[in-house]
């Protein structure tokens, strides 16, 4: 147990992995630093080792270097130029056989690079006996880079070596992504416009004197497309985008990156808590009666399928969950009905989808009234078999429980009479289709009905009731037509009087104008207003 804890130990002291938050030590400038007193000089190294030497009687790695350390750090230039260095510091206990440090690292595709740190001569006497200290930081290396450090004695002595891995710091860590190019990524921040579907981008910390991508993507093993895209200038005043957006996905994301070779990435994904967006897009092919879901987002959820009560809690359907994450999922043999939904659960949290809440049956209990009582049939659009029975509720069963169940087979189109056993009143029937593996259970319960006095008493005054109002209505309508008749009769009758009334007043007219005779036997005309009113009558004379 104990060497295992010593090699964990080892290999968190010698990771470079930093705190995304953790600042790298600044230096100016590279260089070689020795203990008070020694002179140090550096060169590059060759690159082949040489070979080898035996070493002095009691030389070995244990005794020669002591507290070896790696670390990281960083030297600019100026904004946005900077570059890592690799240090490496070790105690190194001094002998007249020691003339020097080598320090080399390799990595994988790469050369290897060594650094030789020579002692003069006055100075390794006069400190020879005594641990020193040797600092270098000449070695640049990249972000995230895997290195095997080795270090040795000059000249080399066989056996007398150090080696160790190590992993420089890795883009995550925000002193790289301000300062080091290869980090660069710039930041994003956005303000959502739900009702517009539009998100608005703000770029800060960009790689200067680059343009800069944005696009969306639907993030997975790689950032995926969606063929919204923008690219913002390097002249721009303000570094700001808008892009469009369908639908809020969690893995919807904006990814933005500069314009340069190979450049990183970054990305944020506005609507990663929007795990209800994606219980969406239910099919059903009513030929192979399968339901299908495939999830747009990579997601870890269970899927099921699950039968709704009036109550509205949704109870698990038996032998129906699947594990989902990238696949499409399918139920085979389900029956639609309003009540079958499809349950999605991701830990603690569950969401209801009823794809046919709409309406959408493949058959229905068709219910009729008739003396008093409620009568049942099935019609189903396909050919179909049931299982029908009562449905029996207790004190003790409050759930329900079937008992004397019966099979229907019912032909598409056709609907078939359920011939109800039993009480009439407060009687509940359980349907359910049997020729599927998925189905909902429908249960109807009778509505409180009449006794069967007042249901026969209701029966025979309804008899009374029809044929009196048939005979009052019949009446009324001969009624109407009679008076209609009398009233056009008496208009007729007030026409044709009109008319005689007409002639009598012409004969008065024409006896008024008769000649009167007068005594001394002239005739006088009267006036005739009606041919002017200055005329005078005539005298006639006979």
């Not at 007043?505 to 009113?533: C, F, H, M, W």
Request: charged share 20%; with cysteine.
């Amino acid at each position: 147990m104990i060497p295992w804890l010593a090699l964990l130990m080892s290999y968190c002291c010698l990771n470079g992995a930093t705190g995304e938050g953790t600042q790298l030590e600044r230096i100016e400038r590279c260089q070689t630093r020795c203990s008070q007193g020694l002179i140090c000089k550096t060169r590059t190294d060759y690159w082949f080792a040489p070979v080898c030497q035996d070493p002095t009687k009691g030389l070995n790695s244990t005794t020669v270097f002591h507290n070896v350390g790696i670390s990281t750090v960083m030297r600019c230039e100026e904004k946005q130029k900077c570059m890592l260095h690799l240090r490496i510091q070790t105690v190194v206990q001094l002998t007249d056989s020691i003339h020097g440090v080598s320090i080399c690292t390799n990595s994988a595709g790469m050369m290897t690079n060594c650094h030789i740190i020579n002692f003069t001569k006055a100075s390794r006497r006069l400190m020879s006996g005594l641990p020193v200290t040797v600092d270098n930081d000449f070695t640049e290396v990249s972000p995230n880079q895997q290195l095997q450090v080795i270090v040795k004695t000059v000249p080399s002595y066989c056996g007398i070596t150090w080696a160790s891995k190590y992993l420089t710091p890795e883009c995550f860590n925000k002193d790289l992504r301000k300062n080091v190019p290869e980090c660069i990524t710039g930041t994003l921040s956005y303000t959502v416009n739900p009702e517009k579907k539009e998100l608005t981008i703000n770029v800060s910390d960009m790689l200067q004197d680059y343009n800069y991508h944005l696009r969306l993507c639907h993030k997975d093993f790689i950032c995926t497309g969606t063929g919204i895209y923008n690219l913002i200038k390097k002249e721009q005043p303000i570094k700001s985008a808008v892009l469009p957006y369908s639908r809020p996905l969690p893995c919807l994301c904006i990814e933005g990156w500069s314009a340069v070779m190979d450049a990183p990435r970054v990305q944020v994904c506005p609507f990663k808590d929007h795990l209800e967006e994606l219980w969406f897009g239910i099919t059903f092919d009513p030929l192979e009666e399968a339901l299908i879901w495939e999830p747009v987002c990579p997601v870890t959820a269970v899927a099921g399928l699950c039968e709704k009560r009036e109550d509205g809690v949704c109870v698990d359907l038996p032998d129906s969950s699947h594990n989902v994450s990238r696949e499409k999922i399918r139920f085979a043999k389900v029956d639609p009905h309003p009540q079958l939904c499809m349950k999605f659960t991701i830990g603690s949290q569950s969401w209801i989808r009823c794809p046919f809440a709409d309406g959408i049956k493949a058959w229905d209990v068709i219910v009729s009234r008739r003396h008093g009582h409620e009568e049942l049939q099935i019609l189903s659009r396909v050919t179909a078999k049931f299982s029908v029975g009562p449905w029996v509720t207790s004190a003790e069963s409050p759930v329900g429980q079937t008992t004397n169940m019966k099979f229907v087979d019912v032909e598409k189109q056709k609907p078939v009479e359920l011939e109800l056993k039993g009480e009439q009143c407060n009687f509940c029937q359980q349907v359910k289709r049997i020729d599927v593996k998925y189905a909902a259970t429908v249960v109807h319960c009778t509505k409180l009905c009449m006794s069967r006095a007042t249901s026969l008493a209701s029966y025979d005054l309804t008899w009374i009731i029809l044929p009196a109002a048939a005979c009052l209505s019949a009446i009324i309508i001969i009624t109407l037509v009679l008076c209609l008749l009398i009233t056009v009769y008496r208009r007729r009758k007030e026409k044709r009087r009109g008319v005689c009334l007409s002639g009598k007043q012409t004969d008065t007219e024409v006896s008024e104008v008769q000649v009167q005779v007068t005594a001394k036997g002239r005739v006088l005309i009267p006036d005739a207003p009606k041919y002017g009113n200055n005329e005078k009558a005539n005298l006639l004379l006979n």
